[in-house]
């Protein structure tokens, strides 16, 4: 009689992170939904539960208990699709400030990265009003920044994914990498993305996560850590990514 002792463990043992996911139904352009399943997966192998949250709608702050999500994730969407977006986001501004201040991780792709700073001004020359948990600002630029990345970051090694944006970012924070091929964040820098604590915002669709498994254990990692004080993530297989990537590179770099 009873349940096995083993069970019992296990079932103790399994642990479990949310994920909270911004706009799925309008954020969500070049595949950046593949970064949740991306996400899912690599917690599933590992026997973590992710659990994730659509935030569709956003009527006041109490809508979005920021501080019970581990990870959060916007991607990114056309000028019109961010519009829609930003007075509902306005609302949170402070408690997804609060969610970065305090370690949160999260991914913000392209739209979703132009989010994070004071403000968008698209090619109309009307400003949308960002969450300003980073100070930089967006600007468009008659001719999109379009074409395949390559990059190089001391912290996640060589990097793979595409661009497609007409807003150019200036910022004066740790950047994601260095660009080889490509543009990131602008025209001149020959820098992409940014790093603000867990925080990155990056110009990089593709999805970027299954690209670039680095950046996605990066994100679980550190979730566990802040959850449960232990970063220690199982090893797993990514010799398919790793091969992709070096031959985008090869025929490139
Ligand atoms: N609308 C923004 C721009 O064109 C973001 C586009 C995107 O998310 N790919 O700059």
Same mark, same amino acid.
């Given at each position: 009689t009873?349940v096995?002792v083993?069970?019992?463990?296990?079932?103790l043992?399994?642990k479990s992170?949310?994920?909270?996911?911004f706009?799925?139904?309008?954020l969500?352009?070049?595949?950046?939904r593949g970064?949740?399943?991306?996400?899912?997966?690599?917690?599933?192998w590992?026997?973590?539960?992710?659990?994730?949250?659509?935030i569709n709608?956003?009527?006041?702050a109490?809508?979005?208990?920021?501080?019970?999500?581990?990870?959060?994730?916007?991607?990114?969407?056309?000028?019109?699709?961010?519009?829609?977006?930003?007075?509902?986001?306005?609302?949170?501004k402070d408690s997804?400030?609060?969610?970065?201040?305090d370690?949160?991780?999260?991914?913000?792709?392209?739209?979703g990265?132009?989010?994070?700073?004071?403000?968008y001004?698209?090619?109309?020359?009307?400003?949308?009003e960002?969450l300003?948990i980073v100070?930089?600002y967006t600007?468009s630029?008659?001719n999109?920044?379009v074409?395949d990345?390559?990059?190089?970051s001391?912290?996640?090694?060589?990097?793979?994914?595409?661009?497609?944006?007409?807003?150019?970012?200036?910022?004066?924070?740790?950047?994601?990498?260095?660009?080889?091929?490509?543009?990131?964040?602008?025209?001149?820098?020959k820098?992409?993305g940014?790093v603000?604590?867990? @925080?990155?915002?990056?110009?990089?669709h593709?999805?970027?996560?299954?690209?670039?498994?680095?950046?996605?254990?990066?994100?679980?990692g550190n979730? @566990?850590?802040?959850?449960?004080?232990?970063?220690?993530?199982?090893?797993?297989?990514?010799?398919?990514?790793?091969?992709?990537a070096e031959?985008?590179?090869s025929?490139?770099?």
């Amino acid at each position: 009689t009873g349940v096995p002792v083993s069970l019992i463990k296990g079932v103790l043992n399994v642990k479990s992170l949310t994920l909270f996911h911004f706009f799925p139904d309008k954020l969500n352009l070049y595949g950046d939904r593949g970064n949740i399943l991306t996400l899912k997966k690599r917690c599933e192998w590992r026997e973590i539960s992710l659990n994730v949250v659509p935030i569709n709608k956003i009527d006041q702050a109490s809508d979005v208990p920021l501080s019970q999500a581990d990870i959060l994730f916007i991607g990114g969407g056309s000028d019109r699709e961010q519009a829609l977006c930003t007075e509902e986001l306005k609302k949170i501004k402070d408690s997804f400030k609060s969610a970065v201040e305090d370690g949160t991780p999260c991914l913000a792709v392209c739209g979703g990265y132009q989010f994070l700073g004071n403000y968008y001004q698209m090619l109309s020359g009307e400003k949308l009003e960002g969450l300003s948990i980073v100070d930089f600002y967006t600007i468009s630029k008659e001719n999109r920044l379009v074409g395949d990345v390559l990059m190089e970051s001391e912290t996640f090694g060589k990097l793979v994914g595409f661009e497609n944006h007409a807003g150019q970012t200036f910022h004066p924070y740790e950047t994601l990498g260095t660009v080889i091929k490509g543009y990131g964040n602008n025209k001149k820098d020959k820098k992409e993305g940014l790093v603000y604590k867990h @925080l990155i915002g990056t110009y990089l669709h593709g999805p970027v996560l299954p690209k670039n498994p680095s950046i996605a254990d990066f994100l679980i990692g550190n979730a @566990l850590d802040r959850k449960y004080g232990q970063a220690k993530l199982a090893d797993l297989d990514d010799s398919w990514e790793h091969e992709a990537a070096e031959k985008v590179w090869s025929r490139y770099a």
